[in-house]
């Protein structure tokens, strides 16, 4: 293969609530991650035991189907295993960049089958579930999982609605517009102030 | 590579669309546009890794632990489990160790999977494509090819290869993707890996009128097409 280069040309500057996060003196979890891109396994042991809970979470909160999510979190966890090389400090966190694999691969897995069923069907026919109606029994980081939904209450109803349609439903935006009979460009207006308050709120409680 | 800028509004657009695609809301063809955007302006990818950081919290926030048995499974797999190499600037750099759609930019190493969705007949979702008025991403040309269909798109001066009931090919084998130009030389453009059936692969360097081809090669890829040409995508 041809000579291999892993320089950037330089770190991008995160937004403001971004880098409260990124700024603290220690990122274990990227630390982390940088051993596992060298192939170390019993850092990966570590990785998992750091980022098995949240990933699990999120693919169970997406799919819903407890051995689907297993399987799923299984795929994930080797994913991040085999991609490590390519993460990239610059476009974001290590814990961020696991868990953007695990939520789209389960959004993936949820498509793909809506896709294979039957594509005629209206989104609507899906429950249009509130994020937090079942609290899990396991979750493991409970402290920070507790302060995150405490800080999704910064969050207008309307803006909550969209955002954990989208992101906990696996719904696209137009999706989310025509579950909530509502125009496109205000679902992409609620995701994008929502997320915008969320950051900002993180970078207050980190 | 295409020239970019060409159309401010249509940017304004795709910027528009960060916060969905933080949140994977957004469908395979705006995903391919925001990544495009996303590598070519620091800036917005500066405010996507905002999204993407708050988009992960809401995973935090629903965190629960697999069942132990789940980590020894995963440990024992990737004990078996060959890594990745890391990314390099260019795929034609480093055509051996590339795949149409992951060259050198992790952002895109999932589309595949994604592709199950997006190709519930990529006829139709070229119908679906043109149909829109505003980035104006068009369905090239589309083929049959092992037992499914691929279709070249073009998304806002990127191509992008889309693959729908793909059989996988045989063990020890990929598939090639190459381009062919009026001199009727093979360029190689990477591989091809069905994921259910599905491929998505992005086109770095499109030539306007090349023909589309994929071969079926030994691991590894091969320098010139060994196979017979098992599709052809005329454009």
Redesign the interface.
């Known amino acids: 293969m041809g000579e291999v280069s892993f320089l950037r040309p330089e770190r991008r500057r995160a937004r403001p609530g971004a880098e409260a996060a990124d700024e603290r003196p220690e990122d274990p979890v990227g630390d982390l991650l940088r051993r596992v891109a060298r192939g170390d396994e019993r850092a990966f042991e570590g990785l998992y035991d750091a980022v098995a809970g949240p990933v699990h979470g999120v693919v169970l909160r997406v799919l819903r189907d407890p051995a689907q999510s297993e399987e799923v979190t299984q795929e994930v966890m080797v994913e991040v295993w085999k991609q490590a090389p390519r993460y990239d400090a610059a476009r974001g966190s290590a814990r961020g960049w696991v868990l953007t694999i695990a939520h789209r691969r389960a959004v993936d897995r949820v498509r793909s089958a809506q896709a294979s069923t039957d594509r005629e069907d209206k989104v609507a026919a899906r429950d249009a579930d509130r994020a937090f109606d079942v609290v899990t029994e396991e979750v493991e980081h409970r402290l920070e999982a507790e302060q995150v939904r405490r800080s999704l209450d910064v969050l207008t109803a309307l803006q909550r609605e969209s955002v954990e349609l989208a992101y906990y439903g696996g719904y696209t935006h137009r999706q989310v517009a025509e579950i909530l009979g509502i125009p496109l460009g205000t679902v992409k207006t609620r995701l994008r102030d929502g997320l915008i308050r969320l950051r900002d709120e993180m970078g207050v409680v980190a | 590579m295409a020239a970019t800028d060409h159309r401010t509004g249509d940017r304004e657009d795709v910027r528009?669309?960060?916060?969905?695609h933080?949140?994977?809301?957004?469908?395979d063809v705006e995903r391919a546009r925001v990544e495009r955007l996303l590598r070519e302006d620091?800036e917005a990818?500066?405010?996507a890794?905002?999204?993407?950081?708050?988009?992960?919290?809401?995973?935090?926030?629903?965190?629960?632990?697999?069942?132990p048995r789940?980590?020894a499974?995963?440990?024992a797999?990737?004990?078996r489990?060959?890594?990745?190499?890391?990314?390099?600037?260019t795929r034609r750099?480093?055509?051996?160790?590339h795949r149409a759609g992951r060259g050198g930019r992790?952002?895109v190493?999932?589309l595949a999977?994604?592709c199950?969705?997006l190709l519930?007949g990529c006829v139709g979702l070229g119908a679906v494509v043109l149909g829109q008025d505003d980035g104006a991403p068009s369905l090239v040309a589309a083929g049959g090819f092992a037992d499914g269909t691929a279709a070249l798109l073009e998304v806002d001066g990127d191509y992008v290869v889309l693959g729908q009931g793909v059989a996988a090919p045989p063990a020890g084998r990929v598939y090639q993707l190459w381009s062919l130009g009026d001199d009727g030389v093979p360029v190689p453009e990477g591989f091809l890996e069905p994921e259910?059936g599905?491929f998505v692969g992005q086109l770095d360097d499109w030539r306007d009128g090349a023909v589309l081809a994929i071969t079926e090669e030994p691991a590894g890829g091969s320098e010139q097409p060994t196979s017979d040409i098992l599709a052809t995508v005329p454009t």
Do not use: F, I, K, W
């Open positions: 528009d669309l960060l916060a969905a933080a949140l994977d809301a957004v469908d620091p990818a500066g405010e890794a905002g999204y993407a950081e708050a988009a992960s919290r809401m995973a935090v926030a629903v965190a629960a632990s697999p069942p789940l980590r499974a995963v440990l797999e990737v004990a489990t060959r890594q990745v190499a890391p990314a390099s600037p750099e480093a055509p051996a160790d992790g952002a190493r999932l999977a994604a199950g969705v519930a259910d599905g």
